[in-house]
């Protein structure tokens, strides 16, 4: 359209003060929107979690996801089950280096930073199988650290938690 | 102009015209801005290379990458975990600071800023070849990484501590330390430079250039170089600080010894994030220089360009924490971030609107530094809109270390500043070289540039929501991914065609450096002053008198002139007795 061809000049023109506020107005309102709809969210998901007495003990090492059930002090690597429509706390720690708690379908990710407790927190409304990748580099096992997360009915969890869990005592929601 | 050459040739002839003063320890600015460009280009070759490595394996995991069995004889030219490590980590890291800073900051730094604003050279020259050559030193410890037993880093461009801080974790121990090294020695180079380029904008601009007055690009590269001076400092520290950790036995970083995981990623994300708009600034420059020109039309809300730049500039810093959503920092500076994010992002779209306001009406002559400058701009905007998705929290909780981070990152470093360094090279080189470059291997070059970059990056943005993760070595290891990996094959294909298609810049830019046509004194008929000097200028830029400065630099197309173009130095109808003073 503006293309050059001859015998035709270009618009002479600095600028123009109203165009320069309204493009600067109108992305303004844009963004605030955005936020506005961001922040509560966010706030939702890491200011304010739901309360849970399901807590399960999550510490990362080079190369695997150390899990402890509630109630338990056995260890399963790479391995977590969960009851399905239940809040689920994940206190989150690493051994060595900054890993990261990614499960793609509960849309959840937090890094796991070694000298730290950090609480990660997702609900499951569906049972089934779902894969658990390290999404912070780890080193060169990084690709391949992986886990499953198990999400069972209530009954299933029962009868998979009796039969796998040590019956012992006090171990408990640690912390 | 033959009667100023005249004296120019006399009063100069007295230099000192050795080789080695010349051409190797040269202090002449436009003789630095060479020796950073070609060190930039040299550089984009092993770094293009190490990129095409990781794409290959993401493509077909596993499988020897052809050519690579040379060295890498063990395996037969098959990447390991750790290789691949190295080479994502050594491709930006080279990409970042050996490629785009010193041909955007360091070539068209030291080009521009003394030729636009009618100086004779730097303010401090000999600081200038100092800081070329502290650069320079630190490209060869960069490059000696590579031949260290270990092999060189391999924790990431942003070498997230404890994994960079402690050599066990990743098996690495020289090449780490050689990356610690080499960015603290280009940490000085730079401040060496930035100093350079602020005293040099402000204490030695021609008479008549008043800061309003100024090309934006210099404006672009006055800003940057403060950015440099502040930001520069933050990362030279954290890396010795890092070295310090890995070889003295101090705990900045690691908890073992009471050390802060985080305190990296603070230290590192507030120099990144400036630095992401170092690299960007200049290439806003560029564009803003080269769209009026070849628009024929005064740039549209020059003040506009120039404050919202100063904005970029301030918000840069209070944007870093973007970074760090779910780094485990606390969760209302999230928030916080949040806002200030969101904010950066005006200036930015201000930026694009005077651009497209540019255009509107203008008389467009696509020529290859205009083509390349239009693509700066599109691929800007869509490297522009999906930080915006980083932005809001509790998106980026998801897409964080995905390959949709991958792709805006591309878009703005490659999209953006790569097509800007590229623009800038096609339109300065008259100049620089004194020579044309060719306009239909130009063309080619940039048609394969922009297709074959969408082809390669765009598809990124999918597979990222889809969930790959960046830096994995084999996306086949994973169930949810593997759905995908047909995607994976299709960027590869992009990224060697991509790779192929610079071989016409590699060929274009050395025939036209011997055998190119002899460029005009103004081949763009572009009002600005390096185009009244000699092509290529000689020491000093000008003979007897530096001109004198009447008009802002974007004054096309004015009904008034005869020519739709009015230099800087024209001397207004009865001023001309002034020229001379």
């Not at chain 1, 844009?30 to 007495?53: G, H």
Request: proline letters at 6%.
């Amino acid at each position: 359209m503006y293309r050059d061809r001859p015998g035709r000049r270009a618009r002479y023109t600095h600028g123009n003060t109203t165009l320069e506020i309204v493009w600067t107005i109108v992305p303004a309102l844009i963004l605030v929107v955005l936020t506005a709809l961001s922040a509560p969210a966010w706030s939702k998901i890491k200011m304010t979690r739901p309360p849970s007495d399901f807590v399960v003990d999550v510490t990362a090492k080079q190369f695997n996801w150390q899990v402890k059930h509630p109630n338990s002090d056995k260890v399963f690597l790479d391995e977590m089950h969960v009851p399905v429509n239940k809040v689920i706390h994940v206190d989150l720690k690493s051994q060595d280096v900054i890993h990261s708690f990614f499960v793609p379908q509960f849309r959840v990710k937090q890094d796991a930073v070694p000298g730290r407790s950090i609480i990660a927190w997702f609900e499951v409304t569906k049972p089934g199988k779902y894969e658990w990748p390290c999404a912070e580099l780890c080193g060169f096992g990084h690709s391949g650290m992986r886990g499953w997360i198990y999400v069972h009915s209530a009954e299933d969890y029962k009868k998979w938690a009796a039969e796998n869990l040590t019956a012992e005592t006090g171990g408990g929601a640690k912390k | 102009m033959s009667a100023h050459a005249a004296t120019a040739h006399t009063a100069h002839a007295h230099h000192d015209t050795s080789f080695v003063r010349t051409y190797v320890f040269s202090t002449d600015h436009k003789m630095i801005a060479r020796q950073f460009l070609f060190m930039g280009l040299f550089m984009m070759i092993i770094g293009g290379l190490l990129a095409l490595m990781v794409r290959w394996q993401l493509a077909w995991p596993e499988t020897a990458v052809p050519g690579l069995s040379v060295i890498l004889k063990d395996t037969g030219g098959i990447l390991e975990p750790s290789t691949y490590n190295m080479a994502f980590t050594m491709h930006a890291t080279i990409m970042i600071f050996f490629v785009i800073m010193p041909i955007l900051a360091g070539a068209f730094g030291n080009f521009c800023i003394p030729l636009m604003i009618g100086a004779r050279d730097m303010a401090f020259p000999t600081l200038n070849m100092l800081s070329f050559w502290v650069t320079a030193t630190a490209g060869v410890i960069m490059l000696s990484g590579f031949f260290v037993e270990g092999g060189h880093a391999a924790a990431g461009w942003t070498s997230y501590a404890p994994l960079s801080a402690v050599p066990q974790y990743t098996g690495v121990n020289w090449g780490q330390n050689l990356w610690c090294i080499a960015l603290f020695v280009m940490g000085i180079g730079s401040m060496m430079g930035s100093i350079n380029y602020i005293t040099t904008i402000i204490n030695m601009r021609a008479p008549g250039m008043h800061l309003f007055r100024m090309p934006l690009v210099v404006w672009s590269l006055f800003i940057t170089a403060i950015l440099l001076l502040l930001a520069l400092p933050v990362l030279t520290s954290a890396v010795a600080m890092l070295l310090f950790d890995r070889t003295l036995g101090t705990s900045w970083f690691a908890p073992s010894g009471g050390g802060e995981p985080l305190l990296w990623q603070h230290l590192f994300w507030y120099f990144g994030h400036p630095e992401v708009y170092i690299l960007i600034l200049p290439a806003m420059g560029i564009a803003s220089e080269i769209l009026p020109v070849f628009s024929r039309k005064p740039i549209f809300g020059y003040h506009a360009m120039a404050f919202s730049m100063i904005a970029i500039a301030f918000l840069s810093w209070i944007v870093y924490g973007h970074h760090m959503f779910v780094s485990g920092m606390s969760p209302s500076l999230g928030m916080a971030f949040t806002v200030t994010t969101m904010v950066i992002a005006v200036p930015s779209a201000i930026k694009t609107f005077n651009w497209l306001g540019t255009l509107w009406g203008g008389r467009i002559q696509f020529t290859v530094p205009m083509l390349f400058a239009l693509g700066f701009v599109s691929m800007f905007v869509i490297g522009g809109l999906s930080g915006i998705f980083m932005a809001s929290t509790p998106v980026d909780i998801y897409i964080q270390d995905t390959y949709f981070i991958v792709a805006h990152i591309h878009y703005v470093v490659f999209g953006g500043s790569i097509f800007g360094a590229f623009a800038g090279i096609y339109f300065w080189f008259p100049k620089m070289f004194g020579r044309m470059m060719n306009p239909l291997l130009g063309h080619l070059h940039f048609w394969s540039t922009f297709i074959f970059f969408n082809w390669t990056f765009f598809p990124m943005h999918i597979i990222g929501v889809g969930g790959q993760m960046r830096r994995i070595y084999n996306p086949m290891q994973y169930e949810f991914l593997q759905h995908q990996q047909h995607w994976n094959v299709f960027m590869t294909y992009g990224a060697l065609m991509l790779g192929a298609g610079m071989i016409l810049f590699v060929i274009n830019f050395f025939w036209s450096l011997f055998a190119g046509k002899k460029a005009p004194l103004n081949p763009w008929n572009s009002n600005t002053l390096e185009w009244t000097a000699p092509s290529p200028p000689p020491h000093l830029n000008w003979g007897a008198h530096v001109p004198t400065v009447y008009r802002g630099p974007y004054e096309y197309s004015d009904p008034d002139a005869r020519e739709d173009f009015l230099p800087q130095s024209q001397a207004p109808v009865g001023a001309g007795a002034r020229r001379h003073h």
